[in-house]
């Protein structure tokens, strides 16, 4: 080790990424505040973020590696979701209130799937006004809220696969779908949109995330039981990797640019316009843009010593 160059040991921060299973009834953001008390420390962020009626892989930064979330691969992400029929709402979800209800019997499980041919592939959904995204600075679930319906653009997303898992016959039928789709998909508008096509309208009744990227829910942990924090070098472990040491890596901190040749690669920068560089102290991570054969810093993510974190744990503690 580098004279100055301080100890692994004093740095104990979680850094990293946790893979959780979310229950139905909690918000995404009622998990980031149970692993901040879990894991004692207010640096916690989601990518993806599930409503409280839906259940699956939610995937959650913690430490520094927050400011990694927008890196994260999310595509493609699968669903499996139930599709009611003959019950139209106004979140397009059956928490909505009901616009129509109407006999649906008629629907059999063969046009379900004819119908279904329509949309895979590329093809517009007009985003739901109970969504995230922002038009004239405020979310359309704000305006909503309010009574407000605004004009929105389809946007085109892609539907890479849709499989009939199930059909319940009945007035209102339910239909089990598992979907493989592009980011920015919205699996309540398919559903909207399925019942539409059928001539009866549909809801969506339940909702669970199978995977994200190459995350599936199989590795995940319940929010109350998560132990796992996965590392920064392997949620981004299809990017080009090194170590930085001595002066390339006190250069790389303060923001300042390296020639590729002054770090030690573990996965060379054959591919990739991205690199990421790991301290060899521990301390930290860089991002940086590879440019010829450079390196530009364009995020230094520094650990908290051992140290802050536990004055800032207790003051969590009080606070519970």
Known sequence: M???????????????????????????????????????????????????????????????ATRLLEFVPDEPKEYETTVVLGITTDTQDTTGQVLEDRDASQVTEASVVHVLARFRGEVFQLPPMVSALKIGGKRLYELAREGRTVERTPRPIRIHQLELLGYRAGAHPEVDLRVVCSAGTYIRTLAHDLGKALGVGGSMAALRRTRVG????????????????????????????????????????????????????????EAGTKALITMADGSGWVVADLDGKGLAPRKVLLRRPAATREKHAAGLEQKA
């Open 214 to 269: 190459p995350f599936r829910l199989e590795e995940a942990e319940p929010p109350d039981h998560c132990r796992a924090v996965r590392s920064v070098e392997e949620m981004l472990r299809d990017w080009p990797l090194a170590v930085a040491h001595g002066e390339a890596q006190r250069a790389l901190a303060h923001g300042q640019r390296v020639s590729t040749s002054d770090v030690a690669w573990r996965r060379p920068p």
């Open 2 to 64: 580098s004279h100055g160059e301080p100890d692994h040991q004093a740095f104990s921060e979680p850094c990293g990424f946790v893979l959780v299973n979310k229950p139905a009834g909690v918000t995404s953001h009622d998990v980031v505040q149970m692993l901040r008390h879990r894991f004692g420390t207010r640096r916690v962020g989601h990518t993806g973020t599930l409503d409280p009626m839906a259940t699956g892989l939610l995937i959650i930064g913690m430490g520094p």
